[in-house]
T-cell receptor
Framework: GAVVSQHPSRVICKSGTSVKIECRSL??????MFWYRQFPKQSLMLMAT?????????EQGVEKDKFLINHASLTLSTLTVASAHPEDSSFYIC???????????FGPGTRLTVL | KQEVTQIPAALSVPEGENLVLNCSFT??????LQWFRQDPGKGLTSLLL?????REQTSGRLNASLDKSSGRSTLYIAASQPGDSATYLC??????????FGTGTSLTVIP
């Protein structure tokens, strides 16, 4: 079946560092990708919707200047956490929509720990 | 805005028991509903996807039902096993794009 990968799977960084997370659709083209985050013992919350070739749409309360999203190709979206702080520590999960199959697939997630 | 609620928040059952997890949602105009499994510190594993036109889906020991008019879905697990221990998430999509997730039911199956 379709696979969505994320890289890295885990990252630990110092406060103030910028961190880039990649989300790739491996065997289908994804015109739309979604970024979610999950704080400990909470459910997933949508951060932003990423459309190939256009600006991302951010959910209320998500700082677009802090969480930079680039969807430069039909198989890759990146989320950059700019100047990460401890409160940004979370589990970040992407999903990709396969328009041809009208199905959405989730990546395995990236655990970010900011010291 | 769609709100998804899952009850119970936690459930502990002895091995072999059948169990039901509940999910309710506030906006019945959904596109589809999906049940996921999440192991601690891991990503999501899709279990069952129910389109808005469907009433139920089955996969092995799992059966998910959907009642759009009442805004409810149930996930039935037959003959539970310790390996079924995980958090089960219900997620609803209104458009086929973003999903709204419930807070999950943490299941423990005791050997």
């Amino acid at each position: 079946g379709a696979v969505v990968s994320q890289h890295p799977s885990r990252v630990i960084c110092k406060s103030g560092t910028s961190v880039k997370i990649e989300c790739r659709s491996l065997d289908f083209q994804a015109t739309t990708m979604f970024w979610y985050r999950q704080f400990p013992k909470q459910s997933l919350m949508l951060m932003a919707t990423s459309n190939e070739g256009s600006k991302a749409t951010y959910e209320q309360g998500v700082e677009k200047d802090k969480f930079l999203i680039n969807h430069a190709s039909l198989t890759l979206s990146t989320l950059t956490v700019a100047s990460a702080h401890p409160e940004d520590s979370s589990f970040y999960i992407c999903s990709a929509r396969d328009g041809g199959a009208d199905t959405q697939y989730f990546g395995p997630g990236t655990r970010l720990t900011v010291l | 805005k769609q709100e998804v609620t899952q009850i119970p928040a936690a459930l502990s059952v002895p091995e072999g028991e059948n169990l039901v997890l509940n999910c309710s949602f506030t906006d019945s105009a959904i596109y589809n509903l999906q049940w996921f499994r999440q192991d601690p510190g891991k990503g999501l594993t899709s279990l069952l996807l129910i389109q808005s036109s469907q009433r139920e889906q089955t996969s092995g020991r799992l059966n998910a039902s959907l009642d759009k008019s009442s805004g409810r879905s149930t996930l039935y697990i037959a003959a539970s096993q310790p390996g079924d221990s995980a958090t089960y998430l219900c997620a609803v999509s209104n458009t086929g794009n973003q999903f709204y997730f419930g807070t999950g039911t943490s299941l423990t199956v005791i050997p």
